[in-house]
């Protein structure tokens, strides 16, 4: 099943746990105007057929103090599956790693790495470097946060 597949209360069920994972199948009954039974069996669906791949609490950053943001640009020294793979298992294990993308262009992976503040950074930074077969890395810090939406447009 495909998103063009989805009909109609299917998306307003994901808009809905989009915005508010914490809203109880009867909420979302009375919001879509179905019932119980029906909310439940297309949630677990939704659920088993992979557009609902987990359920997490978005928290404050300020709140737990991690305040740096920056997105590091890594350029690898050489680009066989074995380089490739084997950064991608190492880049797991660093917990300031929010998200890890293999890119196309001049670049070959960027990272959103989230820290309490430079010296966190730094910190992060220096253990990166030990990781082999890195050619460089160039990291731009977030200023200021215009936008951050964790919601799809269906």
Request: glycine content about 2%.
């Amino acid at each position: 099943m495909s998103a063009s597949e989805l009909d109609p209360t299917d998306i307003e069920i994901l808009k809905l746990l989009q915005k508010n994972a914490t809203l109880t199948n009867k909420d979302i009954s009375y919001r879509v105007h179905k019932s119980l039974a029906t909310i439940h069996e297309r949630i677990r669906r939704l659920k088993t057929q992979g557009y609902i791949l987990r359920t997490v609490a978005i928290l404050n950053k300020k709140k737990i103090n991690k305040m740096l943001t920056a997105f590091s640009q890594v350029v690898l020294d050489d680009h066989t599956a074995e380089t490739l793979t084997s950064f991608e298992r190492d880049i797991l294990e660093f917990p300031e790693v929010m998200e890890c993308f293999q890119m196309s262009g001049s670049f070959d992976f960027i990272l959103r790495v989230c820290t309490r503040d430079m010296e966190e950074y730094h910190d992060f930074y220096r253990r990166l470097g030990t990781l082999p077969r890195i050619f460089s890395v160039q990291s731009f810090f977030v200023m200021s946060e215009i936008k951050s939406d964790t919601a799809y447009s269906l």
